[in-house]
């Protein structure tokens, strides 16, 4: 009785319309979110699962109420999907699983020594700070440790305690790190057999975090003087090894040189037309994060109220370009997927200097 009375409530009222839509438990509990273009024929699909083991009709078996609605363009449906999934962690739904995928960011842990790594997507960790997006896992993860290695920064497990050489009320310690090769042969400072002082770590990391936002070329110094010294004593195996490493840490240079610039041209107003039934929606896009919408305006005040909005988001310089928040990361994926699947929305976007200039997107 309770699904035929859902059945029924679908078809007497819903509309083919894009929107969203959400199944609740009896306890109250949100238990799924999605999204459609065409609410009614999504929602009538529930109820023509053919096996019982069918997710659609898992979900509808715990649903004890349905609701839904509608929004005016597929891409406020889509918006508000990942909004709520965000919100409410619906337990059968796993956002944006397909973009994680196909890209990968580079985190910056947290801690008393601070190091990168490779993750794809933020996960859970909505308060980390991310560089990315990237395609490439693997050749991103040898690139940091190429630059790890030249600067001395760990990659050990994130939960691997420190222990700096200024640190005070030490307790003994090795002279050397059981299983560690990397400190061992030089590659890593060791704050974790205190065998730096804070401060030196600290500003390696700096200096790797500046050289991946462009500011300088150091770590490359070593390589390079190494690759000629190679040279110059005849040993061209070892110089090729040099050659290779500053290429991998150029290249990755160069894609985070192109993540600072994709993250800025996914800056402007993205102006929706509403159907029929629904009123267009205004979007102001900063670094692929939509940070205010509102209806399409209509009079000269909503024109003006709309423009003041647009230069107070977009107008002011942000310090770290390449940086990305990580409640941030999720939407940014959203937004260049949907500009690098459908092109043609560019021409609806105007950025804050040139009304009539088309973006363009990572």
């Not at 420190?162 to 307790?171: F, V």
């Amino acid at each position: 009785m309770r699904i035929d009375n859902m059945l029924a409530l679908v078809k007497d009222t819903a509309r083919d319309v894009p929107g969203v839509y959400r199944m609740t438990s009896a306890d109250g509990e949100v238990i799924y979110v999605g999204k459609s273009k065409q609410l009614r024929t999504r929602l009538l699909s529930y109820f023509r699962a053919r096996f019982p083991r069918d997710k659609g009709a898992r979900i509808l078996r715990e649903a004890a109420t349905l609701e839904w609605e509608a929004l005016p363009n597929e891409f406020a449906a889509l918006l508000r999907e990942l909004r709520l999934i965000k919100q409410l962690r619906p337990r059968y739904n796993v956002s944006m699983k397909r973009d994680a995928r196909y890209h990968a960011f580079v985190r910056v842990s947290k801690g008393a020594a601070p190091r990168f790594h490779v993750v794809r997507g933020a996960g859970t960790d909505e308060t980390g700070l991310y560089y990315g997006p990237f395609r490439g896992a693997l050749q991103l993860e040898e690139a940091l440790r190429e630059l790890n290695d030249v600067l001395g920064l760990r990659d050990c497990r994130l939960d691997q305690p420190m222990y700096y050489a200024d640190q005070p009320d030490l307790l003994p310690l090795p002279t050397r790190t059981p299983g560690c090769i990397r400190h061992e042969i030089g590659k890593c400072l060791g704050p974790c057999i205190a065998a730096v002082r804070e401060e030196e770590y600290l500003a390696r990391f700096r200096a790797a975090r500046e050289f991946l936002e462009g500011a300088h070329e150091s770590p490359l110094l070593p390589l390079r003087a190494q690759m000629e010294a190679s040279s110059d004593a005849l040993d061209f195996e070892r110089a090729a090894v040099m050659r290779d490493k500053i290429r991998r840490l150029e290249a990755l240079r160069e894609q985070f040189g192109r993540i600072r610039f994709a993250l800025e041209s996914l800056s402007f107003v993205y102006t929706v037309p509403g159907s029929s039934e629904e009123e267009g929606r205004s979007y102001i896009v900063r670094r692929g994060r939509v940070r205010d919408e509102r209806p399409v305006p209509r009079t000269a005040a909503e024109r003006r109220a709309l423009d003041a909005a647009v230069h107070d988001i977009l107008a002011p310089v942000e310090r770290a370009p390449a940086v990305v928040p990580g409640h941030e990361v999720d939407e940014i994926l959203l937004v260049a997927a949907w500009f690098r699947k459908h092109p043609q929305e560019l021409e609806r976007t105007h950025s804050l200097d040139v009304p009539t200039k088309k973006s363009r997107t990572a």
